[in-house]
């Protein structure tokens, strides 16, 4: 199994030199997010090839999840981007890198991501070299991975066309599944990712364990780094209603709306602040 991780490492590493090519021709490093899911189902693929998998099990399952995961979610990239120049958030890696950044981003874009993505691809490499039929734990995953792929995809849908209709410019996009969660889409994708993690722990047992480091990373990534953090930044500074929006509806996990605070305590709370701040003048 060390064979085939490092062969799956150098596939990784080798397919983001081309697209780092592309982007230096470009100028625009965010061509690594349409690239992002080939790089996790190239590796996948070449594990299933090394340790002779068998595609009539979960291990078919398995790949048949990701295959799927990784192409509609490079098509929708792709088409999302298209035309619109570098993403705002490597504008600003190129910022603080200025100088020499086109070679820079090899490494500092490029060669991270990539071995990132290979690092995500760990269910696939546990649950691929196991033999066992499916259980209870297995479908488990792929009932948790294809929700979370069903889910993720009808949020990207509908906050297409929410976005491609010029009437709702400006509004707040908090219908359909954005109703209950400000991330669905993102909430989609950390349930791909366990779902994965419990295919594999029921192909391989317990002795897979140790990649979860797969979903717990892919979770704090969309928590705390590209994803739900970085998006809500500058939420709560557009307005009222958007304000209104983040106080009734869970940032994560989709649950009901919450009802929104009585006119009365508002007015308590908006009294209470207005005397601590007379009593901090006084």
Known sequence: MTQAALAGL??????????????????DASLADRAWPLWIAAPSCLYAWLLGADWRGPAGAMLALLIAWALRLCAYISRR????????????????????????????????????????????????????DWNALGLLGLAAGVAGLLCEAAADAQMARFRADPALRGQVMDRGLWRYSRHPNYFGEACVWWGLWLMGLGAAGWAAAWSVVSPALITFLLLRVSGVALLEKDLAQRGPAFRAYIARTSAFVPWPPRAPRPVADADADADADADADADADA
């Open 10 to 27: 150098g596939l990784a590493l080798l397919l983001a030199l081309p697209v780092w090519l592309a982007s230096v021709l470009r100028r």
């Open 81 to 132: 981007n298209w035309g619109h120049g570098e993403d705002r958030r490597y504008q600003a890696i190129r910022a603080r890198n200025h100088s020499g950044f086109a070679f820079k981003s090899l490494y500092l874009v490029f060669g991270l991501q990539a071995v990132l993505a290979w690092l995500v691809s760990a269910p696939l490499l546990a649950g691929l070299a196991g033999g066992a």
